[in-house]
């Protein structure tokens, strides 16, 4: 019997997500249930990480629990709220780091390129290396999800040209 290539192994010890999958408005405002392994439903969440970096675990757990979104006019995805554990979290950070996001395409929407990691922005917003500037606009966001759209903007200041090159390269 077959033990699996070493990938599936570190996908299958990822938990199970349930959500719906959310077409946006253009699409009937269709939402399809959906279960997946924790590494394919990161790639499935529109908008996910910030210019292809992957969120550190405390911005990570602030998004899961807020259950998503449905998107209006763009796709979107919602849950039952959930948090991670540390070692879910240094789990799926393997499985990021070790599973190509291509052999996650037939399940996951957004697997066109691999998360890459910037340990710079891991703290708290005024230790980034680059501070995007707060605009009025910031005044908008929830106070739950403002360090995660400052994190968001900053890794972006950084990380955008290149982040938009690689998709350029992909062909996206």
């Known amino acids: ?28 405002d269709r939402a399809d249930p ?20 992957f969120p550190p675990f405390h911005l990570l757990n602030l998004l899961l629990l807020r259950g998503g979104g449905q998107g209006g006019m763009s796709p979107g995805a919602t849950w039952e709220p959930f948090s991670l554990s540390a070692s879910e979290y240094r789990d799926l950070v393997e499985a990021v780091r070790l599973v190509p996001p291509e052999s996650l395409r037939d399940r996951a929407r957004y697997a066109c390129l691999a998360f890459t990691f910037d340990p ?13 500037e707060m605009k009025e606009w910031h005044r908008q966001v929830p106070p739950e999800v403002l360090e995660y759209v400052e994190w968001s903007r900053a890794v972006c200041a950084k990380h955008r040209d290149r982040w938009h090159a690689e998709m350029k390269r992909a062909g996206f």
């Open 1 to 28: 019997m077959s033990r699996g290539t070493p990938t599936e192994n570190i996908e299958a010890r990822l938990r199970r997500v349930r959500y719906f999958r959310h077409h946006g408005m253009w699409h009937g």
């Open 34 to 53: 959906m279960e997946n392994s924790l590494l394919a439903f990161v790639y499935d969440i529109p908008y996910f990480g910030a210019c292809g970096v």
């Open 120 to 132: 710079e922005f891991d703290g708290k917003p005024e230790t980034y290396p680059v501070r995007a």
